[in-house]
């Protein structure tokens, strides 16, 4: 499957932005996962939406603050950003999981990915 991340931009603190991630066919065998990699600084998980799309879960430095979901058709994925820190700055990327893991964190579990999107929060 190839997946398209798209919606990144600039920002000011505050602010928010809404992340999609397109796939090539349905995803619904698969758990989607957000992740993002500030510069520097190793890649890390920021969000996920199991299979069904019922359950979603997240990094506690965005729990509150960020949304993920997914459309009917299981073809796109969204990262709803509200209240947009500096420290949100990096490159976000979208991943695919297939059934092996429950509620995947580890880049390494993750089969497929997009690329990336950055997102630019201004002070």
């Known amino acids: 499957v190839q997946l398209q991340a798209s919606g990144g931009g600039l920002v000011q603190a505050g602010g928010s932005l809404r992340l999609s991630c397109a796939a090539s066919?349905?995803?619904?065998?698969?758990?989607v996962g957000w992740f993002r990699q500030a510069p520097g600084k190793e890649r890390e998980f920021v969000a996920g939406?199991?299979?069904?799309?019922?359950?979603?879960y997240y990094d506690s430095s965005v729990k509150g603050r960020f949304t993920v979901s997914r459309d009917s058709a299981k073809t796109t994925v969204y990262l709803q950003m509200d209240s947009l820190r500096p420290e949100d700055t990096a490159v976000y990327y979208c991943a695919a999981a297939g059934g092996r893991f429950n509620y995947p964190r580890l880049p390494g579990r993750f089969d497929y990915w997009g690329q990336g999107t950055q997102v630019t929060v201004s002070s």
């Open positions: 066919r349905p995803t619904g065998s698969y758990t």
């Open positions: 939406i199991n299979r069904a799309g019922f359950y979603a």
